[in-house]
């Protein structure tokens, strides 16, 4: 070990008693033992569930070690806590909600144009009889596997590899839940799973794959019916709008998981290189315009992006209530 390199203390289970000791006399932590209240919590909850994890507002920073402000008291936190509970509830639900609407429209979109492609071309190369089994629908043949140039970036998306990954996890979501999953074993002895029940077993970060290789039509479809694509003919807005989609997803599914696993939701930010631009779903005319750069973007990284990306779901009355 280098000179001067201290090593950080690792962390060893204490008893309760110990860590009581630990937050009351070495850090200032209002504990009344006395106190009905103060007890419950103490044996209700998980110190790192609720002291380490929302302590940052209880800090007084004016000294340099660890001090809780003399105004901190257990009730403070256990509030912090339950409304950052009931706050990922909300967000989760409306997320659920997002999700199976776009479930939805895409097995809507993508079987409406491979039918039309059918019906207006004999000799076309899609099997239509069989485009409700997944040995067929999921066949490169029905996606766009070339390699992809990110809009405003230098990065390269290899759809191909996309493709192969998605199909995988989908062969392996199927053949995990067919004997388990309600939707999916009526059709073990069929022998075959409709996208449209596969689709129920599907997370949304596996739908965040299998959008980024849909065809660029089926994509303009979906996004028509939610009303995001008005003229199918702006190949410039459509081609952004489509882009900004495929970013909308992938920020969805981070705030989905964030609530779905527990993690401190209120006041969470997104890493700096997720920091949308100001043409994103036309977020430029929600964020106020005397804001400066920097508390735009850091609004950009907090669940403000997480409950206008949500908005973009709702109508005005929905939105408003929400």
């Known amino acids: 070990m280098k000179k001067g390199i201290k090593l950080k203390e690792e962390k060893r289970y204490t008893t309760l008693l110990k860590r009581i000791d630990t937050l009351k006399n070495e850090r200032s932590l209002n504990i009344d033992l006395t106190n009905p209240e103060d007890r419950r919590i103490l044996h ?32 403070e936190f256990e509030a912090l806590y339950k409304f950052d509970k ?27 144009y491979f039918y039309l492609q059918c019906k207006n071309d004999s000799s076309s190369h899609y099997n239509i009889e069989k485009l409700h089994k997944e040995d067929e629908y999921l066949k490169p043949l029905y996606y766009d596997i070339s390699n992809l140039q990110i809009l405003r970036t230098k990065k390269i998306l290899n759809r191909a590899d996309i493709h192969a990954e998605f199909e995988s996890e989908v062969r392996k979501k199927i053949n995990k839940s067919k004997f388990k999953s309600q939707y999916l074993r009526q059709y073990t002895k069929k022998g075959y799973f409709p ?50 989609f495929s970013d909308m997803l992938k920020l969805l599914n981070i705030f989905r998981n964030l609530c779905a696993h527990n993690e401190r939701l209120y006041n969470f930010l997104l890493p700096k290189d997720k920091i949308v631009d100001n043409r994103f779903m036309n977020i430029h005319k929600i964020v106020p315009k005397h804001y400066n750069p920097t508390t735009t973007n850091f609004l950009k990284r907090s669940i403000f992006i997480c409950l206008f990306i949500i908005s973009l779901f709702k109508t005005q009355g929905e939105r408003t209530s929400f």
Do not use: C
């Open 86 to 112: 009931n706050l990922r509830k909300i967000i989760l639900d409306n997320i659920l909600d997002i999700e199976e609407t776009i479930k939805h429209l895409i097995t809507q979109s993508f079987y409406e």
């Open 44 to 75: 209700s909850y998980n110190h790192y569930n609720l002291i380490n994890a929302y302590k940052d507002n209880f800090i007084d920073n004016t000294v340099d070690y660890e001090k809780y402000l003399p105004s901190s008291t257990l009730d």
């Open 195 to 244: 996208m449209w029940v596969t689709m129920n077993v599907l997370t949304l970060g596996n739908i965040v794959n299998m959008y980024d290789i849909l065809k660029h039509d089926v994509k303009i479809k979906m996004l028509t019916r939610l009303g995001l694509i008005t003229n199918p003919n702006d190949i410039n807005n459509n081609t952004r709008l489509i882009q900004d």
